[in-house]
């Protein structure tokens, strides 16, 4: 479609909006994008539906067909409650769980959810003020309910909010359902379509008994309480990045026995302007700047930050020289599954049917770790949804240990079926105290796994591309590199070629062909080398960008090989990185 078509075709969209059964505050907004000489607005505005992808909607707000809006929100609402009504036709009352995060509209998006869904004759169950995603995987399996959304953007910039849909499992929803609800939505082609008249009597707030219930269940995942009592008074910093870990995590910290814990006040001010960042991303140092700088300044040992809907977390630990650095999220999950392993053998846990979960684009020391100790590993897509499937497929035959992604999720029990960075900011603070019991830093800890199983660094670079144009470039890319497979990276030769969108793979040292066994595809390449390298090609699911995933290893035989190492791997990556010119 040439730029005139398309122009033509979204100026009638969006005058279609100031005709239809909208409010005056939307047609306004749209009036003024349809004024502008610079079009650019409106295009990226209606140029498409928001696509209610298997995980939800996720976009920037506003007015328009490709915006979130109660509009959007509402035909994600309208189209779920239908499919609900047809999935669990035999149940009396059906029932879902909602869940908000901090951000611009949250509340009032997730009241008008409640709403919907309540006109549908579906029971209600809203938290009374925002709550982290993974308390809302929580209740819906507490309350027995048939599905739950949470309104929330994760940690994308203050322009975007979002919907993500779960299942009766606690799980974000997967086939054959996500499919299934994506065409229920379609199906909604007008507001009229959408039933915003609420039933009052079907919707229940609920919050501080769920609270209590859900830090009673993270208490059972302590295992060294006697550490934690000895080094109570560990200095800790937390930061909820102005979003709704304030809710939980520093009572979960409390009700394990810490004692010391200290806040950024500038940071526990809930906003969805994220006033103090420019991204609310624990991945990125700019997130954690301010909790670093009350961690200097009180002598704290270590750092911990959450996500607007407190998922993922980010931390900062002390070097040898004191100062901070901060802690990946592949490194996240090294320093997780090695204190999880250790901890079950010491106490005498382990009995063979243990098993451990990351995705495709996590460190594959983690494989290392758990292959050594004999506790199984699965590899899935990326993307929570995958980890708690393989959680229910073993439920009854295997223990699961922990699970999580280089993107800073982690999940240990499986009471939740998301990333929990509550959970996972009591077992950091654990483990910190741990290894403090065991005369070691967290950060000398992490040296030494490198000693035992390998030293690996990954570096992960995005590049944003936005709108229509962005999107169209991303794709090319993804064409550009099916068509032109790389034969070399970094100077060594590529062994192994897997593309997961056909689920194929080529073994260039065997020179065979493999299927490649994974639940459905997916768009991501993935190369091996000689050496070791591994990189990772793929479309971001939620964001407009493509990811590509560097990972180098070398061997270490003490603490004070590991600068050489580092240097070596940084200048391997900087390679690779001219190489792919990004």
């Known amino acids: 479609m040439n730029e005139e078509a398309l122009l ?34 409106l295009i990226d505005a209606f140029y498409k539906e928001l696509e209610f992808g298997t995980g939800g909607l996720r976009g920037i707000m506003g007015a328009g067909s490709n915006r979130i809006n109660k509009y959007t929100i509402g035909g994600a609402t309208q189209g779920l409650s239908n499919y609900l009504l047809q999935e669990f036709a035999e149940l009396d009352q059906i029932k879902v769980v909602i869940g908000h995060d901090c951000r611009n509209n949250s509340r009032k998006y997730a009241e008008i959810s409640a709403n919907i869904f309540s006109a549908n004759g579906i029971k209600v169950y809203l938290f009374e003020s925002l709550r982290p995603t993974p308390e809302v995987s929580y209740a819906i399996r507490k309350l027995g309910c048939q599905s739950g959304i949470m309104i929330t953007a994760s940690h994308n910039p203050k322009e975007y909010n979002g919907y993500k849909a779960y299942w009766n499992d606690g799980a974000q929803v997967l086939a054959p359902h996500d499919k299934n609800i ?10 009229e379509d959408i ?114 809907d407190a998922d993922r977390i980010g931390t900062a630990i002390r070097n040898e020289d004191g100062e901070f650095i901060l802690v990946n999220g592949n490194q996240t999950m090294i320093i997780y599954l090695y204190y999880l392993i250790t901890r079950w053998k010491e106490l005498g846990k382990i009995t063979g049917k243990e098993y451990a979960v990351k995705t495709i684009v996590t460190s594959e020391l983690v494989t290392k770790i758990a292959n050594k100790n004999g506790v199984e590993l699965f590899d899935c897509y990326t993307g929570f949804k995958w980890i708690a499937d393989i959680i229910r497929k073993n439920e ?51 040296q030494d796994i490198y000693v035992e199983y390998g030293y690996s660094k990954e570096e992960g670079i995005s590049i944003v591309r936005k709108g229509k144009e962005g999107a169209d470039e991303i794709e090319a890319m993804m064409k550009n590199f099916r068509n032109n497979p790389l034969t070399k990276i970094g100077g060594s030769n590529v062994t192994l070629l897997k593309d997961y969108a056909s689920l194929e793979a080529i073994d260039f040292v065997a020179k065979e062909d493999i299927t490649l066994s994974m639940p459905t595809t997916a768009n991501v390449l993935q190369y091996y080398t000689e050496d070791g390298t591994k990189l990772s090609i793929r479309p971001s699911g939620t964001e407009p960008k493509i990811k590509f995933y560097i990972e180098v290893h070398s061997k270490v035989s003490s603490r004070e090989d590991l600068k050489t190492a580092e240097e070596a791997a940084q200048n391997k990556v900087d390679q690779i990185k001219s190489e792919l010119g990004i």
């Open 8 to 41: 033509l075709k979204v100026t009638e969209k969006a005058q279609s909006w100031l005709s239809g059964n909208y409010d005056e505050e939307t047609k306004k907004e749209v009036e003024q994008m349809l004024e502008n000489e610079d079009k650019t607005l």
């Open 182 to 191: 994506i065409i229920e939505v379609n199906r909604i082609k007008k507001v």
């Open 195 to 308: 039933k915003f008249e609420s039933n009052p009597k079907l919707i229940n707030i609920i919050g501080k008994d769920m609270d209590k219930a859900f830090i009673d269940e993270v208490k059972k995942l302590s295992l060294s309480p006697d550490a934690i009592e000895r080094h109570h008074d560990l200095k800790i910093v937390y930061t909820p990045i102005h979003g709704a870990g304030v809710a939980l995590v520093p009572d979960a910290l409390k009700a394990v026995g810490f004692t010391n814990i200290i806040s950024v006040p500038e940071q526990e001010v809930i906003s969805g302007d994220f006033p103090t960042v420019v991204s609310p991303n624990p991945e990125e140092p700019a997130a954690l700047a301010l909790a670093v700088k009350r961690a200097m300044e009180t002598g704290a040992e270590i750092v911990m930050a959450t996500d607007p």
């Open 396 to 446: 009854d035959a295997k223990t699961y240990l922990g699970g999580g992604e280089e993107s800073y999720g982690f999940l240990a029990g499986d009471f939740v079926r998301d990333k929990d960075a509550v959970s996972a900011c009591m077992l950091f603070a654990e483990i910190a105290a741990w290894a403090k019991d065991n005369d070691r830093t967290v950060y000398q800890m992490l």
